[in-house]
């Protein structure tokens, strides 16, 4: 992970193979994250920098790029135990940890535009 934007928006560094990396923004497929110049999107931010400073291990599945080039991506993340150990621990799938805890709505309105056809 290379930066927490805000609550739905990350950019990561994708390793493709052996000395091969692509630097890439991801926006959380389906959720809706209050803006940062909200307290409530300040708070969704810190909730996801929280989380991602105890990650061992990041998978992201995309599924295209919107209309900003950000990969639509659900991202699970493993976190470290809380002894410290650094041993895998707890995966947990970003999006729905930012729902359950009152960062983000769900986004159900599509149009025909967002489909990609």
């Not at 609550?7 to 630097?23: A, E, I, N, S």
């Not at 991801?26 to 307290?39: A, G, H, I, K």
């Not at 991602?52 to 990041?58: C, E």
């Not at 970003?94 to 709505?105: D, I, M, P, S």
Request: proline share 4%; charged share 30%.
């Amino acid at each position: 992970m290379l930066k927490v934007v805000d609550g739905d928006t990350l950019w990561v560094r994708v390793f493709l193979r052996p000395d091969q990396w692509v630097k890439q923004k991801l926006r959380l497929r389906d959720l809706d994250c209050p803006e940062m110049d909200t307290p409530e999107g300040k708070a969704a931010k810190r909730f996801v920098d929280a989380l991602i400073a105890r990650t061992t291990s990041i998978t992201i599945c995309t599924t295209r790029p919107d209309k900003y080039d950000r990969y639509l991506a659900d991202v699970f993340i493993c976190l470290a135990t809380s002894d410290g150990s650094g041993v895998k621990g707890e995966e947990v799938f970003l999006n729905n940890e930012l729902l359950a805890n009152g960062h983000a709505v769900r986004m159900n309105e599509y149009t025909p535009a967002d489909w990609g056809y």
